[in-house]
């Protein structure tokens, strides 16, 4: 019985490191995303990879707006609560609507844009710029 005690708690125990720890939410860092009718602010939005981020969207008009950043949040480690708010790659929000989406990007740049052709002709649309920490350690822009 002893012998087969040992392999298994070594077992259990290599099985649970294995497995991705879930990341400290609260201490990701904040940044705010404006929709405006025709923009998006800022229009670069940098963000750390590998770390909890929370961002924070907002729609300042009077009309319902709608973003698209489909291989961003496929690329992403999404908050398991919030992985329906962008399950179908971006989200619409009704006027004067905020939304918060808890996510660990991944490096890269992606596109941002309204899921409105007219919309986007106009230019509403923005990039996410997805660096390794150390580079963007005094430039992130997007708080």
Known sequence: MRRLL???LLLAATSASAQPREPEW?????????????????E???????EPVRLVFYNSSRSPLSLQAG?????????????????????????GETRAVN??????????????WVRRLVGMSALIVVEPQAQTEGRLTSR
């Open 6 to 8: 040992l392999p298994l």
């Open 26 to 42: 609260r201490q990701g860092i904040e940044h705010h995303v404006l929709l405006r009718v025709n923009a998006f602010e800022p």
């Open 44 to 50: 670069v939005i940098r963000l750390p990879a590998g």
């Open 71 to 95: 291989s961003f949040f496929a690329r992403a480690r999404v908050r398991s609560g919030d992985a329906d708010l962008v399950a179908n790659g971006g989200m619409v929000l009704a006027p």
């Open 103 to 116: 996510l660990v990007p991944a490096v890269g740049r992606y596109r941002m844009r309204s899921r409105s």
